[in-house]
T-cell receptor, first 113, second 116 residues
Framework: AQSVAQPEDQVNVAEGNPLTVKCTYS??????LFWYVQYPNRGLQFLLK??????LVKGSYGFEAEFNKSQTSFHLKKPSALVSDSALYFC???????????FGSGTRLSIRP | DGGITQSPKYLFRKEGQNVTLSCEQN?????MYWYRQDPGQGLRLIYY???????QKGDIAEGYSVSREKKESFPLTVTSAQKNPTAFYLC???????????????FGNGTRLTVT
């Protein structure tokens, strides 16, 4: 069975500092990995995805994520955090082209001025 | 602008009443989905549809029903059989041409249902 874990319920970072939001996954076969962001009382917005190729994936709003097959991780990163990055972030995984997308429980990112 | 419209944004119902949540998309996407979001639990799939007049149960379909009579529309009915209906409901769609399994999901802004 496929699964995804976001081990931190909340991440707090000062504005201008780098941020990392962690995600680990478990699937059989090659994974398809996604990051989404959700602002209060809104739907999720797609940030980036890993399907194949380069392990470092660049996405919207200056975010990037690094795929690490040996550690089965797909951590979201940004070199310099903005207050406007404060939101709820979801990692999602799909184990194959025939399986459903599974979402993590979400990590609340709080950027203090 | 293309997108997904969910209505209403807030919905209040008495226990025992059925209620229907609307989802309309003008993205020309073949696949549509309904998710339920509860605090600390991420998103759970209720139903999905890959094509008009066809839909499949997701992980938590009990107490819910859907229809897909038009490509643009995928309404969700929360029935009185759903034991804990109070939640935030999200509708999404994706491009079938790229394969519904690895193309990004486009989400509506959700309907917050409160049942008392």
């Amino acid at each position: 069975a496929q699964s995804v874990a976001q081990p931190e319920d909340q991440v707090n970072v000062a504005e201008g500092n780098p941020l990392t939001v962690k995600c680990t996954y478990s699937v059989s076969g090659n994974p398809y990995l996604f990051w989404y962001v959700q602002y209060p009382n809104r739907g999720l917005q797609f940030l980036l995805k890993y399907i194949t190729g380069d392990n470092l994936v660049k996405g919207s709003y200056g975010f990037e994520a690094e795929f690490n097959k040996s550690q089965t991780s797909f951590h979201l990163k940004k070199p310099s955090a903005l207050v406007s990055d404060s939101a709820l972030y979801f990692c999602a995984v799909q184990g194959s082209s025939a399986s459903k997308i599974i979402f993590g429980s979400g990590t609340r990112l709080s950027i203090r001025p | 602008d293309g997108g997904i419209t969910q209505s209403p944004k807030y919905l209040f119902r008495k226990e025992g009443q059925n209620v229907t949540l609307s989802c309309e998309q003008n993205l020309n996407h073949d696949a549509m989905y309904w998710y339920r979001q509860d605090p600390g639990q991420g998103l759970r799939l209720i139903y999905y549809s890959q094509i008009v007049n066809d839909f499949q149960k997701g992980d938590i379909a009990e107490g819910y029903s859907v229809s897909r009579e038009k490509k643009e529309s995928f309404p969700l009915t929360v029935t009185s059989a759903q034991k804990n209906p109070t939640a935030f409901y999200l509708c999404a769609s994706s491009i079938e041409g790229q394969g519904i399994y690895n193309s990004p999901l486009h989400f509506g802004n959700g309907t917050r249902l409160t049942v008392t």
